[in-house]
């Protein structure tokens, strides 16, 4: 290239509004402006970017980069520009890209020179890593409680229904008796490793990314264990490039996610099948239902219908998030913009989904009589009369053809193995006696499974009981 054919680029901008645009001979299309901004989205952690603001500031003050009184200026500035933000009175502008650039150049307006030192020893890409960062965890903590309230809801419920019989399903086919208290406590299972999910993924997440810089560490003394107390980070980030382009903590965060939502999701899908008039197990109170425009008898158990829904779109920010991140080089590229809005959209659903939870599941209405009804048929408590004859002494496989053969003899008959008479059962084996009746109440049935994960009245109360002093206030 020849010296002179071109003259230096004189800055053309009308505005000079981008902090790099010296760089550069000619401004981006309004397009191109549009399609590389993030600040519509990510002015959503404005409390955190300017949480590490502080934190570096203060950190540079303390090794004498930044004079006491800058530093003073920038936490007199970021405490307007707080303001301003909560207030909604903060101009966010696209032509400064995202929501760090956008608080920066407000800095300056406000505290002037103080305000263009912050950026020392510090790059965009450390610092939108740390926001995430501080965002999730934030996120974590809320669902973490979130999860162990819709726990104890559930154990409440369960606690008013340990002596309430209902089938138990396999392939949809009626099983075995179970306690509605215990089937719901199965739930609270799936929402407590949830929340242990979640607990174990947030040591991953508390980790300082400030330091790393665009990507290679600062020439700065900094001082990053400083940073990390400041901010209540564990430890920090122990590769600069691995630190600016690690999004690893988010993708699990929405596995987590995606996990809960499915869990959430196979719930709905009970609570569906329960409230439809076919099955008439439970009712939701209307707050969560909606009626049809043309049908008038209409009661729609819209909001587990959309939690169902809404779980596919969790599981998708996973796949997104995964893909983002496949064929990125190391370190920092403009792809991790990408990964914002699904995982904001992830923390979301799963707070609005756990939150309209909480308080529905404290509305179900449960209708004992139609689940009842619903054991007595399908023979619920055939094993039991197949584990009373083993128990007298008969090969479990042998039981088992005997209760088969009753059981048909019932259904051509249209009646339950606890309405033949005794002399037809014993006609199946001789072993069968008058006490066989008390076996084959669905009472009897649960009661006998009497042993720790056992769907027994005094387990089910023994659960409950655990998960509501796991879950009480304070732990
Ligand atoms: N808005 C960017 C993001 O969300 C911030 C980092 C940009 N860094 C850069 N060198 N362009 O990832």
């Not at 645009?21 to 519509?40: G, H, M």
């Not at 989205?41 to 004079?67: T, V």
């Not at 490793?193 to 947030?202: K, M, V």
């Amino acid at each position: 290239m020849s010296k002179n054919n071109s003259s230096p680029p004189q800055n053309q901008f009308a505005n000079k509004a981008q902090a790099w645009s010296a760089r550069f001979s000619e401004p981006v299309s309004d397009l191109v402006k549009r399609y590389t901004a993030s600040v519509n989205f990510d002015q959503r952690m404005a409390d955190f970017d300017i949480q590490g603001s502080l934190a570096h500031a203060d950190m540079l003050a303390s090794i004498g980069i930044i004079s006491a009184e800058d530093k003073a200026a920038i936490d007199r500035g970021m405490a307007l520009i707080l303001e301003e933000i909560n207030a909604g009175r903060f101009s966010w502008s696209i032509d400064l890209e995202d929501v760090h650039l956008n608080i920066e150049k407000r800095l300056v307006e406000l505290i002037g020179d103080a305000g263009k030192r912050l950026h020392t020893g510090r790059s965009r890409n450390d610092q939108v890593a740390t926001d995430i960062r501080l965002w999730v965890r934030n996120e974590i903590d809320i669902a973490i409680d979130l999860l162990h309230q819709l726990r104890r809801k559930l154990a409440t419920l369960a606690l008013e229904h340990t002596d309430t019989i209902l089938p138990g399903f396999t392939h949809l086919q009626v099983a075995q008796p179970v306690t509605f208290g215990h089937h719901l406590l199965a739930y609270a299972e799936m929402f407590g490793r949830d929340a242990e999910r979640l607990t174990d993924c947030r040591k991953r997440v508390n980790r300082l990314p400030l330091g790393a810089a665009a990507l290679a560490g600062t020439s700065y003394p900094i001082d990053r264990e400083r940073v990390a107390r400041t901010l209540g980070f564990e430890s920090v980030c122990r590769n600069s490039l691995d630190a600016v382009s690690d999004r690893d903590f988010a993708i699990e965060f929405c596995a987590a996610a995606a996990l809960i939502m499915t869990h959430i999701s196979r719930f709905s899908e009970e609570l569906v099948l329960w409230m439809s008039p076919r099955v008439g197990f439970i009712d939701l109170a209307d707050r969560f239902c909606t009626g049809s425009s043309i049908m008038p008898q209409k009661k729609n158990p819209d909001v587990p219908e959309l939690a169902r829904g809404k779980t596919g779109r969790v599981n998708g920010h996973l796949i997104a998030l995964l893909t983002l991140m496949k064929g990125q080089p190391l370190a920092y590229n403009k792809d991790n913009q990408e990964d914002k809005e699904g995982l904001f959209d992830s923390a979301d659903t799963v707070r609005d989904t756990l939150t309209i939870f909480v308080d529905m599941v404290g509305g179900i209405r449960v209708k004992a009589e139609a689940m009842r009804a619903a054991a007595l048929q399908g023979f619920a408590t055939a094993t039991d009369l197949a584990d009373y004859l083993v128990k007298k002494g008969v090969p479990f496989r042998d039981a088992h053809e005997t209760v088969a053969h009753a059981v048909r003899e019932c259904e051509q008959r249209g009646c339950d193995l606890a309405d033949l008479p005794l002399n037809d059962l014993q006609g199946f084996h001789g072993l069968i006696e008058q006490d066989i009746y008390g076996v084959l109440t669905l009472e009897g049935s649960v009661a006998a499974r009497n042993h720790i994960g056992g769907t027994a009245p005094v387990r089910v109360r023994q659960e409950a009981e655990r998960i509501l002093a796991e879950t009480s206030a304070g732990q």
